[in-house]
């Protein structure tokens, strides 16, 4: 079963869910603030980090910031009470997959834990060796979950984002519209919002550089890879 490190500094909140996890058979390291998360992500890695946002010592945030450096594939949700558009806007360009607002729901954050690890499990098997694609001028590395673009550095992906430029190359010319795309990167039956997958869109037409003005939207509908 699947380790979850998670971290929450109110010990009722962090007590439910450490006992909501373990219900479920997965086995749990619950950490008190963001600099206690870091030292336990630094003995053994998880496969899946959750943040509370606004934390002592060190936010959720920071911790991320910190992870990002050294791991750009581990999945990285947020518990969150600030979930307006900018603090989501922050923590997607921080490298994040995924907000879940407080006042917190156990059966909601059990789903959607399930849904991303299921997902992380498929995408992380169906790379192979030169597994690259291209979206105009840039160069969508599957293996390494980076994109290349005019000789410029590297830059990372996350998996919700390499499974939307899949989506999008795989689809050229078609109307996509927002539940496709929900579906193709966060898996069937989730819980994303609209305002979730719009903005993982503003941050790969930012990784895409001048080739992000490719990825178009429709109105009402959802997004569309112009022909290249």
Known sequence: MAYILFAEDDTTLRNAIALALKSEGYEVRACKDGAEALAAYAERRP??????????????????????????????MF???????????????????????KPLRLDVLLARIAVILKWTKRVGSATA???????????????RFTVRRNGEPDLS??????????????????VLSRDALLDAAWG???????RTLDQHIVQIRRK?????????????????LRHM
């Open 47 to 76: 496969d899946l980090m959750i943040l509370d946002v606004m934390m002592p010592k060190k936010s959720g945030y920071d911790v991320c910031v910190d992870i990002r450096r050294k791991d750009d594939l581990l999945p990285v």
């Open 79 to 101: 518990l969150t009470a600030k979930s307006t558009e900018e603090d989501i806007v922050l923590g997607l360009g921080l490298g994040a997959d995924d907000f879940i607002a």
């Open 129 to 143: 060796p030169s597994d690259t694609f291209r979206i105009g001028d840039a160069v969508i590395d599957a293996t």
């Open 157 to 174: 992906l996350t998996i919700r984002e390499l499974g939307l430029l899949r989506t999008f190359a795989a689809h050229p010319g078609e």
């Open 188 to 194: 069937e039956n989730y819980f994303a919002s609209s």
């Open 208 to 224: 895409l550089g001048e080739s992000g003005s490719l990825i178009e939207t429709v109105r009402g509908t959802g997004y569309r």
